[in-house]
């Protein structure tokens, strides 16, 4: 079983974080309003430019990996497009932006490009999303949005294989598959099991889990014909839009905030409970199968006096047992220790692919977390036996 | 200061309601309330028979939850009290495991709003927090953040 990459990149949190296309390269956003690229050096990874340009904290970062331009979405309601351009000084290469008219009077949350690049969309609090192609005779980025009938900020969107769906989560507790076809970009999509005739806006599909809770992450199978979504009442959902079919799955623990998926039948969430879980399924169901985060393993952090992981192993959680079940406040054996035993010490903001294998599953993943932690995962590392033995721990 | 009571939402025409927040109960009112009494009377039924699973999950079916609908929603929260109270502490991880996981979910709104009305009818806060706490060691954490979620209130 390999061990996961651990790189400690700041003191605060890794909002979101992109990679270019080898790999060598990641985008983040250390929730100030730059953007920063840093290089991996062997041993470990240094910034070499920083992207000024945002008023307001970088909310969502996306690297087209094949035109190599790099997307930054901010609360400062504005997108800008870099791209690498020779200085006319030096000649060496540097980013720079472009404008994106965005037209929304809120806070741009998220943004992603559409698998060909040559369009991206931007969810924003503005109750909508903002569908964006390149404009050549003016040389900036124009937008179309998607209104309605969005009811309240939008916190994820991703984009079908086919260039022309988009799927969206959204605060009004809805997760919902759009049109974002445009003509001018988009050749005539082949029919798909969300529908045939997809003019711009059209609604393919709106889900929502059965007890409700922001939508925060949607993601569409790699083939496109299955759509999962994570909302804050603790649950994913697989939904199979023939039926359609939806299987809920809810957890024991905290929401997830971010997912992603790593084949046809197999997920990876993560969020609030600071590790990355895989979901496993088909047509026929779907179910939990473990984590990646091997706590157990950890050796040297792992005692049996704190069985439980996440954040229910606090030393604030523990004191407050202590003072509950014994009548004192900071018990001799609580002394000192907040780790956690994830790896992640915090919420994980975000999982995304790192290394496709030849047959198109991807085979590790990246996170970054709000303990300004950017790790490296091997998605074939599940550990059935911490989840048992989290789930052992519940009942104490 | 009276504008921070201005109900600004009132002067906005997008406003999300309360009621669009969760799918609305199939059953009318009146429906409402006659199945609450029907549960209630076969919760009595079960329990004289001393079989608190049994009754728990009569008292945790289709609850009553939306608007317009108070006398059943108390109805329902004094037959689950009801439950609640008549079983040893000793017995309830065992109830609580054979439950599914939608009647925990649905148990744990009722313990949270039992423990907002203390006092009110036979509510115990110290049988409420010895449910919840085995609740919460069967369910997790994930199943408060659901009650805190779902629109559907009991």
């Known amino acids: ?396 | 200061m009276s504008f921070r009571k201005i109900d600004v939402d009132a002067y906005d025409e997008d406003v999300l309601h309360e009621s669009e927040l969760y799918e609305p109960d199939p059953r009318d009112s009146a429906q409402v309330l006659s199945d609450t009494k029907q549960q209630q009377a076969a919760v009595r039924n079960s329990l004289n028979k001393g079989d608190i699973t049994g009754a728990l999950n009569i008292a945790l079916d289709s609850p009553p939850y939306g608007l317009g609908v108070e006398e059943a929603k108390n109805l329902a929260l004094q037959t689950v009290v009801s439950v609640l109270n008549s079983t040893k502490a000793t017995d309830i991880p065992n109830v609580l495991r054979s439950l599914a996981q939608n009647e925990q979910d649905t148990l744990m709104k009722y313990i949270y709003k039992g423990m907002g009305m203390p006092g009110w009818g036979d509510v115990s806060g110290s049988v409420l927090l010895g449910w919840h706490e085995k609740l919460t060691e069967v369910a997790g954490t994930g199943c408060i953040v659901r009650v805190m979620t779902d629109r559907r209130i009991v």
């Open chain 1, 1 to 396: 079983m390999s061990v996961p990459e651990v790189y400690s990149i700041a003191q605060t949190p890794v909002t979101c974080h992109a990679f270019n296309a080898n790999r060598s390269q990641v985008a983040l956003s250390l929730n100030d309003n730059k953007a920063y690229i840093y290089v991996n050096q062997g041993e470990g990874w240094a910034v070499t430019e920083t992207l000024a340009e945002h008023d307001k904290a970088i909310t969502s970062i996306d690297w087209a990996p094949a035109s190599n331009r790099i997307v930054t979405a901010s609360q400062d309601r504005n997108a800008y497009v870099w791209s690498q351009s020779p200085d006319p000084l030096t000649g060496a290469l540097v980013w720079k932006p472009t404008l994106v008219l965005l037209r929304i009077n809120r806070a741009a949350t998220f943004v992603r490009w559409s698998p060909n690049e040559d369009k991206f969309a931007v969810a924003s609090g503005a109750r909508a999303i903002a569908i964006c192609s390149f404009d050549p005779e003016n040389n900036w980025w124009v937008a179309k949005q998607l209104k309605k009938p969005i009811r309240s900020t939008v916190l994820s969107v991703d984009w079908h294989p086919n260039n022309v769906l988009l799927a969206a989560g959204s605060a009004d507790m809805k997760a919902r598959v759009f049109s974002a076809y445009i003509k001018d970009v988009d050749k005539r999509p082949t029919p798909t099991v969300w529908g045939e005739k997809l003019p711009f806006n059209t609604i393919c599909g709106e889900y929502a889990s059965p007890a409700g809770g922001w939508v925060h992450a949607v993601g569409f199978s790699p083939s496109g014909d299955v759509l999962a979504f994570a909302s804050h009442d603790s649950s994913i959902n697989i939904v199979y839009p023939g039926g359609p079919t939806i299987y809920n799955i809810r957890i024991s623990t905290l929401p997830y905030v971010t997912l992603t998926w790593t084949t046809e039948g197999s997920i990876v969430a993560a969020g609030h409970d600071c590790q990355p879980m895989v979901f496993s399924g088909s047509e026929a169901g779907w179910a939990l199968v473990g984590t990646l985060d091997d706590t157990t393993s950890g050796g040297t952090k792992f005692t049996a006096k704190t069985g439980t992981v996440g954040r229910l192993n606090s030393t604030a959680f523990n004191t407050f047992r202590n003072a509950d079940t014994r009548g004192h406040a900071g018990g001799g054996d609580v002394v000192g220790d907040t780790e956690l035993l994830t790896v992640h010490q915090n919420t994980i903001t975000s999982v995304r692919p790192y290394e496709v294998g030849r047959d198109g599953a991807v085979k590790r993943v990246s996170t970054s977390g709000v303990d300004g932690k950017l790790v490296i995962w091997d998605v074939a590392a599940v550990s059935v036996g911490g989840v048992a033995g989290r789930l052992g721990a519940m009942r104490i």
